[in-house]
């Protein structure tokens, strides 16, 4: 497995994936989304051979508060029958690392508040700390359910 920067041809598997992780997400503004990620390189892509396998993107904040020096991931997904072979860890891992090595001091992170999520005991397992909740959304938003938001120093 490879993991790499986000091209402009990954974006019909990008959609692909976002929309079997989250089927209720607008495909006009996942591409938008895209776009954007790809043009600024916020976007890590895992691939093995010609296999789209997953991607995390993410925002970069140098003085936004609260998240001053801190990178947000903003899009976190694999493709279903990838799932279960670490490539997700590996995508954050690769992630952390950037991090580290582009002196960004905090990696956040956010996923859906409801009962059941999974995301938010694999989170904890890889070190994160819960940070806040967000009970209310945006009344556009394509989320249902309100936020919970982890964070990770990284030395």
Do not use: W
Not at 23 to 43: A, C, D, R, T
Not at 60 to 87: C, D, M, Q, T, Y
Not at 143 to 150: A, E, L, M, S
């Amino acid at each position: 497995m490879k993991i790499r920067i986000g091209k402009k041809n990954d974006k019909k598997e990008f959609i692909k994936v976002q929309k079997e992780a989250f089927p209720n997400l607008n495909s006009k503004k996942q591409i938008k989304y895209f776009n954007e990620k790809v043009k600024n390189k916020e976007i890590f892509v895992a691939v093995e051979g010609k296999d789209y396998l997953g991607h995390v993107c993410f925002g970069k904040h140098l003085l936004n508060p609260p998240f001053i020096e801190g990178v947000f991931g903003e899009k976190f997904a694999v493709k279903k029958k990838f799932r279960g072979k670490n490539i997700g860890t590996d995508l954050l891992k690769h992630l952390m690392n950037y991090c580290k090595k582009n002196k960004f001091l905090v990696l956040y992170l956010g996923t859906g508040d409801y009962k059941g999520n999974k995301s938010i005991l694999y989170y904890k397992k890889l070190g994160f700390k819960e940070i806040g909740k967000l009970k209310e959304i945006n009344p556009k938003s394509e989320y249902k359910y309100g936020q919970i938001f982890f964070g990770k120093i990284l030395k």
